[in-house]
T-cell receptor, first 114, second 114 residues
Framework: DTEVTQTPKHLVMGMTNKKSLKCEQHMGHRAMYWYKQKAKKPPELMFVYSYEKLSINESVPSRFSPECPNSSLLNLHLHALQPEDSALYLC?????????????FGQGTRLTVV | SQELEQSPQSLIVQEGKNLTINCTSSKTLYGLYWYKQKYGEGLIFLMMLQKGGEEKSHEKITAKLDEKKQQSSLHITASQPSHAGIYLCGADIGDGGSNYKLTFGKGTLLTVNP
């Protein structure tokens, strides 16, 4: 199994809603990532978890709250988002968080904030 | 901060033609990756290069890393419509400690006309 599975594929939420994005992998990878991608832009790193601990936070607003319950799961909790937060959210995983290793990406969640 | 410069930003070629995409860094690259992305989807790993002068091929796609490990090129031979998409170069950027984060160039949009 070399897949990273993200759910849901599409999400529409209001600015007062609370929702969560989920990401799962069963490759034994110990580093997991959240990226945000706006249209016609490259993915931008948001968070990195290494061995279930948050290792990198790219100064992301607190309305985005990551969680790593175990080594296979990564969540992104969303609360009080703004329309400009609408984007494709990509999850990725690597064997370790120390670089020089292939990153596997999920298909993304297309988020629309209304 | 280290940035990856990709060129060209977009490319339109006739089916069967060869093409090259370049990726340049101002600093020595620890690991250089090439990914392909279809619009609105996840990233597909193509190749990873680590050693100066390294060259790898997969089907009709060849990637090279120069001796100084600051520039990489992706070459597609006899392009096909299936090669169309966004090509992203990525590199491991260290945080000064033991953590590395995969960051991307701005991407090259490739269109292959039948």
């Amino acid at each position: 199994d070399t897949e990273v599975t993200q759910t849901p594929k599409h999400l529409v939420m209001g600015m007062t809603n609370k929702k969560s994005l989920k990401c799962e992998q069963h490759m034994g990878h110990r580093a997991m990532y959240w990226y945000k991608q706006k249209a016609k832009k490259p993915p931008e790193l948001m968070f990195v978890y290494s061995y279930e601990k948050l290792s990198i936070n790219e100064s992301v607003p607190s309305r985005f709250s990551p969680e790593c319950p175990n080594s296979s799961l990564l969540n992104l909790h969303l609360h009080a988002l703004q329309p400009e937060d609408s984007a494709l959210y990509l999850c990725a995983s690597t064997l370790t968080g120390t670089g020089a290793t292939e990153a596997f990406f999920g298909q993304g969640t297309r988020l629309t904030v209304v | 901060s280290q940035e990856l410069e990709q060129s060209p930003q977009s490319l339109i070629v006739q089916e069967g033609k060869n093409l090259t995409i370049n990726c340049t860094s101002s600093k020595t690259l620890y690991g250089l990756y090439w990914y392909k992305q279809k619009y609105g989807e996840g990233l597909i790993f193509l190749m990873m290069l680590q050693k100066g002068g390294e060259e790898k091929s997969h089907e009709k796609i060849t990637a090279k890393l120069d001796e100084k490990k600051q520039q990489s090129s992706l070459h597609i031979t006899a392009s096909q419509p299936s090669h169309a998409g966004i090509y992203l170069c990525g590199a491991d950027i260290g945080d000064g400690g033991s953590n590395y984060k995969l960051t991307f160039g701005k991407g090259t949009l490739l269109t292959v006309n039948p």
